[in-house]
């Protein structure tokens, strides 16, 4: 098992770097945004809350590391910052229209970097590339659920 996480931990930064968006370009505001500023936007929704700890901690940063770049982003307008009903210490971030606007409009992969990696493989190749992305998509939406799950079940016995 070692063998194929090391396989897998070589072989996806090569395909992220190939294919990731540089920068985010705002039509409307001509504001340019960074891929980690992006990043944290697809994090966020319009409805859902998320706490700043929370996102933080899932972004592999300090608090206040997050705190500055949703700074930027609540002085651009695209996000939203709203105290907690039950704990007025929390902060609760949404999207704001303009972030929802963002968010939709892009993608943390860019289709034109996409489409010329695959266009390097056979169609079959295609196929089964594919099939396999496919497969780690599902097994990874399954850890996500399994780590939220396991994240509420520790904080209800604290």
Do not use: W
């Amino acid at each position: 098992m070692q063998d194929l996480v090391r396989q897998l931990m070589t072989y996806y930064p090569q395909v992220y770097f190939a294919c990731h968006t540089r920068h985010v370009r705002d039509l409307r505001s001509n504001i340019t945004l960074s891929a980690h500023q992006a990043s944290v936007l697809d994090h966020l929704d319009e409805i859902e809350p998320t706490n700043l700890r929370t996102l933080a901690a899932h972004m592999g940063v300090t608090p206040s590391t997050m705190s500055l770049t949703i700074n930027r982003l609540v002085r651009q307008r695209y996000v939203a910052r709203k105290k907690d009903d039950r704990d007025a210490r929390q902060i609760k971030l949404l999207l704001t229209p303009a972030g929802v606007r963002i968010k939709s409009q892009k993608s943390v992969l860019d289709p034109a970097r996409v489409k010329t990696v695959l266009d390097q493989l056979l169609p079959a190749e295609r196929r089964r590339a594919l099939e396999g992305l496919g497969l780690l998509a599902q097994a990874s939406h399954r850890a996500m659920k399994q780590q939220t799950l396991h994240r509420r079940q520790t904080r209800s016995r604290a």
